[in-house]
């Protein structure tokens, strides 16, 4: 049986579907103004790889990941750029479905736009207002009212206590409380609106989840996931606004993947130590980046660096290489088999996804001592099951060496261009400068030393 960590819970549950052989799955996708990075990353790969397995599993799936593109971020670089919020938007949502492809993420069945359901918000709202949860203000904002909830902050273990005495209102705040959060806002000169009873405006960020959720997936869903991040307040405002405007459970199970770490530190613009799927892929090949994200427990902390990658890319060439000297029989799975078993416990416990791929591992060692075609097709079905192994082997191998290979070439002329500088042979430094400049490689030169990007 399937058991799934229910971070509302707070413990691993036998998944039970509200409808007997079906799933219904929400994740909060992406906001569209910049390129995706390796947070981004790692909830596109790992609920992809739920969906596979989910499906592998025999249930009928319906996956909805939504688009949020309507948000200030959004309004301030289409400004910055003087382009509109719909040329903005179609660019990093276009970009958005480029790396998800190459990483191997399968299309959500369903990919909602939050502009293109601004009248289920504003129903949705409405019944809040009706049923007392929510409040229009003097300002043309509607707010929701948390003190109408009983259930606020049974998702992150928050009281509302202790929340509010971390909290100050602002001394022209319209809000009754604190911690009452936007659903509407009111319109702003220059801004785009839509009409409602309270006036123009446009709807707040926590309100677009719980209205797309009913609508695609009912008052009542089976699984709800996202980043750590989410967890508070997103989620548990979600939790707040569908549960108080239909009076039923919202999700039975909340997942939650851990954080992306770089170097163990928290990846962010601030400590530069930030990184796009696009500035990664141009040092490592797609697969490989889906292998480190799977490598480690979804629920883990995922730490991010050079070396981890490197030990990645080594140890999916190793199943590469296995299938490359043993080519696989066109069989099916037997799920009998004790590697398939094992292989089906882990995935069932919480998509153990690392003990999953030590049954690769061992079924690699075990075809490579047994030429087994047989074993080989184990090892590539059972890896495709969770987006692996999908290459042909020897243009996987062949493109991987290609990766190595440029990648030691680069760091060789670092090296080299920094004993230049030590001997004083500054001409010498710029020539190596130039001959990375014209391959498309920029370094950067900084306290700790040299860095490369592409141009």
């Given at each position: 049986m399937l058991k799934i960590y229910n971070t509302l819970a707070r413990e691993k549950q036998t998944f039970v579907p509200i409808v007997a052989g079906k799933v219904s799955m929400y994740v909060c996708g992406m906001t569209v103004y910049d390129y995706c990075h390796l947070g981004h990353a790692r909830v596109m790969v790992v609920f992809d790889m739920v969906n596979r397995w989910l499906r592998a599993s025999g249930f009928d799936v319906t996956y909805v990941r939504n688009i949020t593109d309507i948000d200030d971020k959004i309004i301030n670089r289409a400004n910055e750029r003087g382009i509109t919020i719909g040329e903005l938007t179609a660019e990093f949502i276009a970009a958005m479905d480029e790396d998800a492809a190459k990483l191997g993420v399968l299309r959500p069945d369903i990919e909602p736009r939050a502009t293109t359901h601004i009248d289920d918000m504003v129903a949705m709202i409405g019944l809040l207002i009706e049923k007392g949860h929510a409040y229009p203000a003097a300002n043309g904002d509607v707010f929701y009212a948390v003190s109408s909830f009983d259930g606020y902050g049974q998702l992150s273990g928050k009281s509302l206590e202790d929340l509010r005495a971390g909290e100050r209102v602002e001394v022209d705040s319209y809000k009754r409380d604190p911690m009452d959060f936007v659903l509407w806002k009111a319109a702003k000169p220059g801004e785009p609106s839509?009409?409602?009873?309270?006036?123009?405006?446009?709807?707040?960020?926590?309100?677009?989840?719980?209205?797309?959720?009913?609508?695609?997936?009912?008052?009542?869903?089976?699984?709800?996931?996202?980043?750590?991040?989410?967890?508070?307040?997103?989620?548990?405002?979600?939790?707040?606004?569908?549960?108080?405007?239909?009076?039923?459970?919202?999700?039975?199970?909340?997942?939650?993947?851990?954080?992306?770490?770089?170097?163990?530190?928290?990846?962010?613009?601030?400590?530069?130590?930030?990184?796009?799927?696009?500035?990664?892929?141009?040092?490592?090949?797609?697969?490989?980046?889906?292998?480190?994200?799977?490598?480690?427990?979804?629920?883990?902390?995922?730490?991010?660096?050079?070396?981890?990658?490197?030990?990645?890319?080594?140890?999916?060439?190793?199943?590469?290489?296995t299938l490359k000297n043993v080519p696989a029989a066109e069989i099916s799975i037997d799920w009998a088999s004790p590697f398939a078993v094992r292989f089906k416990a882990a995935m069932d416990d919480d998509f153990n996804t690392p003990e999953a791929m030590a049954v690769l591992f061992e079924l690699a060692t075990e075809a490579n001592r047994s030429k087994s075609a047989e074993t080989a097709a184990q090892l590539k079905s059972l890896g495709q099951m969770i987006g692996l192994l999908e290459d042909d082997p020897t243009a996987f191998l062949q493109g991987q060496h290609a990766v190595e290979d440029s990648t030691f070439n680069i760091d060789a002329l670092i090296r080299q261009r920094a004993e230049a500088k030590k001997a004083k042979n500054f001409a010498e430094a710029d020539r190596i400068r130039n001959e990375l400049l014209h391959q498309g490689i920029i370094l950067e030169d900084g306290p700790d030393g040299t860095t490369w990007r592409s141009a």
């Open positions: 839509w009409d409602s009873p309270w006036g123009k405006g446009r709807p707040g960020w926590h309100i677009e989840c719980s209205a797309m959720g009913a609508h695609h997936l009912g008052k009542h869903f089976d699984i709800h996931g996202g980043g750590q991040d989410l967890q508070f307040p997103h989620h548990e405002n979600e939790i707040a606004q569908s549960e108080g405007a239909h009076d039923c459970k919202f999700v039975n199970y909340w997942m939650h993947n851990g954080f992306v770490r770089v170097d163990d530190e928290k990846m962010s613009k601030s400590l530069g130590n930030f990184f796009t799927i696009r500035e990664v892929l141009k040092k490592y090949r797609p697969e490989v980046v889906r292998f480190f994200i799977l490598r480690a427990h979804y629920r883990s902390p995922l730490n991010y660096s050079d070396k981890h990658l490197d030990d990645a890319g080594q140890a999916l060439t190793r199943l590469y290489t």
